[in-house]
C-alpha cells in the first residue's frame, strides 16, 4: 500500500493536464457558435405568395412576375426607379442596400438598419422581429397607409410619412427617427414609397394574370405600354395625386365657448350621425365593437375562411395553408381605442384628430364622419376627445380610477 | 512524501506579481473592447470604415487622432474598436512573452496558447466581417470575443495565485468539504447540498450557460432582415430560456457556496447572482427600447410619446445588457478558478502541502508539509 497522496491521485499514471481539456472546450464552443453558419446571401425581394397563390398562380406564372418586377424596381441592393415613378433615384440608393459608410459620415443602407428588422426587407411587414409586435407592422405592399393629411382612400403626403418617421407612432413598436438627418428621413420616406409602389404594381400584375384572356396564353404581356403605361401609371398616379388631395379643413370656431363645444361634441359622440360610441364604447374606454379586423389582418382571415377552406383542391389548399404559415403572422382583431389614456397614434395635435374624424382610418375599421357631420361640427368632437383624458366624474362616476395617469 | 519547492525563493519572490498584472490589464483593455464591440453592433457601425486592415486607406495607426475622436460616432466606434484589438492583440503577446519566460502550470501555458490562438482568429474574423461584409462571420466575430475574455481572465486568476506560491492560493482549504454533503440553512429549510456542488461544477456549469447566452444573444442582435419571422421567435426563446438556466445557476451557486470558508467567495458568488438580476432587468430594458411594450403590459401602461430610436439611454441599455452578460461570464470563472478548488487539491495532491486559513505571501509564508490525503476520486465518489 502506497500512502504517497500523489500516487493515490493517479493510480493510473499520470493525468492529462486539464488545460488540454481546456482547449477541447474552447474548440467546442467555437464550433458551437459557427454550427449552422454559411456565408449570408445577398438580399432578395419576396414575391407575393400570398396574392400569387390566392389567384391561382402557376409557378411559371409566379416566375414572370418575378422576373419583370425585378426588371422594373431592381433589387433591395440595387434599386432602380423608372423615370415614371417620380421616384429619386439618389435618395433610394442612400437608403437601400446593405448599411456601409463609403464615405467618412455618409451611411447608406439605412432602411436596412432602421426598418427591415420589423418591416421586412420588401416591405411585407415580415420582418424577423414582426411577430413580437403589437400592433403589427405595416405592410406597405397594398399601399395603405393610416395617418395622414389626404381624404381616406388617397396616398399619404410626402410630409404624412415624414412626420410619422420623425414623431414615430405612440403606443405602438414604432419608434421615433428624429435623431436622424433631415437628408436620412426624406432618403427613408423615399425609399418606403418606392416599396409601396413596387409591392402594389406586384400585385396590379398579379391580378392582372387572372384577367387575361384566352389569346395570352396565362402570360403577361411584357411590352412597356402594358407595364409602365398601364400597370404602373395606375399606382404613381394615385402617389401624385396625393399633394392636392389634401383635407379642406375649416378654422375652428372662434366664437363658441370651449366647455360649450365639448358639450356638443359630446352630443356628436353618443348621436346617431357621429356615432363614434359603437366601437369606442359608452365609456370612450375602446370597450364597444372589438371583433373586428383592420384591412391587414382581415384580407387573411376572409382568404383563409371564404377560399382556401371551402375550395375543393386539397392540393391548392394544402399550398394555401403553406403560404399562410410562412407569408403571414396569426391573424389579430383590432381594439378600438381607448380614448381616455391620451395617447394618439396619429398625432395629438387638435389637426390630427380633425383629419382622423373627418376621414376615418383608412385600412382600420373607423369610419370618416365626412358627408355625415359638418365640417365645423368635427372641431367639437375633437374639443371632446381631447377633454376626455380629463374628465374626472363623467359617465363612469366617482369611483373611476383617473385615466390620466397615463400621462408621463 | 514530496519536497516543499513552493517556499524557495525562486517562487516566492516579492509581492509585485507582473504576469498577473499584465493579465489582469489584458482583461481591463478586453472589457473596454467588448464595450466597443457591442457598441459597433447596437450602432450598425461595423462598416463605418469599408476597408481592412487600413482605415480609409491611411494605415490603422497613422489615422489622424483628431479626425478619428472628433469624427462621426460610427467612425469612433468601429477604428476605436479596431485599436484596442490591437492593443489586446499587443498586450496578449506580451504576455505570453512573459509567463514563457518563467516556470508555469501546464494549465496556465495551454491557456495562454489559447488566447494567443483565439486573439488571433479573432482579428481575423474582424478583417474578414469587413471585408466580405457578412453578417454570418460578425456572429462569430460576437461569439468568439467572450471566448477570449473568459480565456483572459482565467490567465489572470492563475497568474495570480502562481504569484503567491503554487499551493498558497486564498483562504480557501476545501479539503475537508470535498467528500460529505454540505448543509446550508435558509430560514426554516435545509438543504443538504452533494459534494460535487460544493465545488468547482456549479460556477463552471454557471460560466458555460453564460457563455452560451452570450452566444444566443449575438445570434438575435446580427440577425440577418431576410430572416423569417418564425425562425426569429424561436431564438428568443431560446435566449429567455437561457436566461431562466443561468438565474437558476446563479441562485444555485449561492446557496451551495454559503459554507464556504472564504467570506471573499461567499460574497462573490452574491454578486454575480446580483448582476443577473440586473441582467434581467437590462434585458427587459432592451426589449422594451427595441419592440416598445408587450401586449400584454399595454393596457397598464404606456407612454404618449413614441419610443426614441437611437436614442443615448437605449443604447446604453441594450450594449449595457451585452457587457453585464460578459461581466457575469467573467465573475464565474474567476469563482470556478480562484475558489473552486480543483487545482488547489491537484496541486496539494502533486506536493502534499496545503497552505494556511489565510493569504499567504513572500518567504515568510508558513507552510505545513504533508498535513493533507486526498481522497482518489473513485472513493469520494462511493461516498
Known sequence: MNNNPADVRHPRGPRPVWGMKLLVLLVLLVMFAASGCGATPPAWFRLNMVEATKQKLTPEQERQVATVISAMFGTPDNPVALPETGLDEAKLRLAAGPVRSDIVGRKNGLYREHCAHCHGVTGDALGPTAAFLNPYPRDYRPGIFKFKSTERADKPTHADLTRVLKKGIPGTSMPSFALLSETQIDALVEYVKYLSIRGETEIGLIRAIFELDEEAEGKLPETREFLVGERLAEVVEKWKAADTALIDVPEMPADIDLVESIAKGRELFYGDKANCVKCHGPTALGDGQANDYDDWNKYVVEWTSKEVNGDADKQWVNRAHRVLDGDTLEPRTIQPRNLRRGIYRGGRRPLDLYYRIHAGINGAPMPGAKGTVPPEDIWHIVNYVQSLPYELDGELGADRPMVARDRF | ?383
Request: proline residues 5%; contains cysteine; glycine residues 10%.
Open chain 2, 1 to 383: 512524501m514530496a519536497s516543499a519547492p513552493i517556499g524557495s525563493p525562486s517562487t516566492v519572490r516579492s509581492t509585485v506579481n507582473g504576469p498577473a498584472i499584465v493579465a489582469w490589464i489584458l482583461v481591463a483593455t478586453t472589457a473596454l473592447l467588448l464595450s466597443f464591440g457591442a457598441l459597433v453592433t447596437t450602432y450598425d457601425a461595423a462598416m463605418a470604415v469599408p476597408d481592412w486592415p487600413a482605415t480609409f486607406g491611411h494605415n490603422m495607426f497613422l489615422y489622424p487622432l483628431g479626425e478619428w475622436f472628433w469624427g462621426p460616432w460610427d467612425l469612433f466606434l468601429e477604428h476605436g474598436h479596431r485599436l484596442l484589438g490591437a492593443t489586446v492583440g499587443m498586450l496578449s503577446l506580451l504576455l505570453a512573452a512573459i509567463l514563457f519566460r518563467r516556470p508555469a502550470s501546464p494549465a496556465l501555458r495551454w491557456l495562454v496558447i489559447a488566447a494567443m490562438v483565439l486573439v488571433v482568429v479573432q482579428g481575423a474574423l474582424g478583417g474578414l466581417r469587413v471585408i466580405l461584409d457578412d453578417k454570418t462571420v460578425a456572429k462569430v466575430h460576437a461569439c468568439t470575443g467572450p471566448l477570449f475574455f473568459a480565456v483572459a481572465t482565467a490567465i489572470a486568476v492563475l497568474a495570480g495565485r502562481r504569484g503567491r506560491g503554487d499551493s498558497s492560493g486564498p483562504a480557501t482549504d476545501r479539503s475537508d468539504a470535498v467528500g460529505r454533503d454540505s448543509f446550508v440553512a435558509v430560514g426554516p429549510l435545509t438543504l443538504s447540498l452533494p459534494s460535487w456542488a460544493v465545488g468547482a461544477s456549479l460556477p463552471t456549469a454557471l460560466a458555460v450557460a453564460a457563455y452560451l447566452q452570450l452566444v444566443a444573444g449575438a445570434q438575435l442582435r446580427h440577425a440577418d432582415a431576410t430572416l423569417a419571422a418564425s425562425t426569429f421567435r424561436w431564438m428568443v426563446a431560446i435566449h429567455l430560456a437561457g436566461a431562466a438556466v443561468v438565474t437558476v445557476l446563479a441562485a444555485l451557486t449561492v446557496i451551495a457556496w454559503q459554507p464556504h470558508e472564504s467570506r471573499t467567495a461567499r460574497r462573490w458568488s452574491l454578486a454575480i447572482l446580483a448582476m443577473v438580476g440586473g441582467q434581467l432587468l437590462l434585458g427587459g430594458g432592451a426589449w422594451l427600447f427595441t419592440w416598445g411594450l408587450p401586449a400584454w403590459l399595454q393596457e397598464a401602461w404606456a407612454p404618449a410619446e413614441a419610443i426614441l430610436a437611437r436614442s443615448p439611454r437605449g443604447a446604453a441599455v441594450i450594449t449595457g445588457h451585452v457587457i453585464l452578460g460578459m461581466m457575469i461570464l467573467g465573475a464565474a470563472v474567476v469563482l470556478a478558478l480562484e475558489w473552486g478548488g480543483a487545482e488547489r487539491l491537484e496541486q496539494i495532491a502533486r506536493t502534499g502541502i496545503r497552505g494556511g486559513g489565510r493569504r499567504l505571501h513572500g518567504p515568510q509564508a508558513r507552510l505545513v508539509p504533508g498535513a493533507v490525503t486526498v481522497r482518489p476520486r473513485s472513493e469520494r465518489g462511493a461516498r
